[in-house]
């Protein structure tokens, strides 16, 4: 069976998305998992994780682009050892790589370390680019939203809100909310 896996880093790439769907049936695909998730957080990406498990010896997994499937050498090396041992193949459509030979693996191993490297280079330029602008008093960052929420957060905390209740609220994250108020108590301790 041949097994297709879509994926985009956001939401509002759909035209992405649907033109990768386009590519994989046109490549004979006859099952297509698909997520919009970023590469980074290989354990948010359930979609590629069940793909991997549908695998059956004799399947092909296709892919796109090799950046639709991994980010790093060591997570494409990963997927290529959980394919191959179910006995099935790995195909990336725009190199024309397929793992079924000894050529394609060893193509596909170069292809992910310059992938990786390509990736290492813009990183290090955005840095570069982002403390230069530092520097030049033009780069601020983002602006902090729960902070700037902060009585808001301890007025609604302390009238009695839960702290879920409270990210609804005024739309922040959880997570925000649990660190202001951690932060809060422990204030409070130590002005005792």
């Known amino acids: 069976m041949i097994i297709g896996y879509a994926r985009t880093s956001t939401l509002d790439q759909l035209a992405g998305l649907e033109g990768q769907h386009r590519d994989l049936r046109a490549a004979g695909c006859e099952k297509i998992f698909s997520e919009q998730v970023s590469s980074v957080d290989a354990k948010a990406r359930k979609q590629l994780a069940d793909a991997l498990d549908f695998l059956r010896e004799g399947d092909t997994l296709v892919v796109t682009k090799l950046d639709r499937l991994a980010r790093s050498v060591s997570h494409l090396l990963a997927v290529l050892e959980t394919v191959v041992a179910k006995g099935a193949a790995l195909r990336i459509l725009s190199t024309g790589i397929d793992t079924g030979t000894a050529t394609g693996k060893l193509m596909l191993t170069v292809l992910g370390s310059v ?15 982002i403390a230069k602008a530092k520097a030049e008093g033009r780069y601020v960052g983002r602006k902090p939203t729960a902070r700037a929420k902060t009585k808001d957060i301890l007025r609604l905390a302390h009238g009695g809100m839960k702290p879920l209740d409270i990210a609804d609220a005024l739309g922040v994250g959880k997570s925000s909310v649990y660190r202001i108020l951690s932060e809060q108590r422990h204030n409070a301790q130590l002005r005792q």
Do not use: P, V
């Open 115 to 129: 992938a990786e490297f390509e990736r290492s280079i813009m990183l290090e330029r955005q840095r570069e680019g």
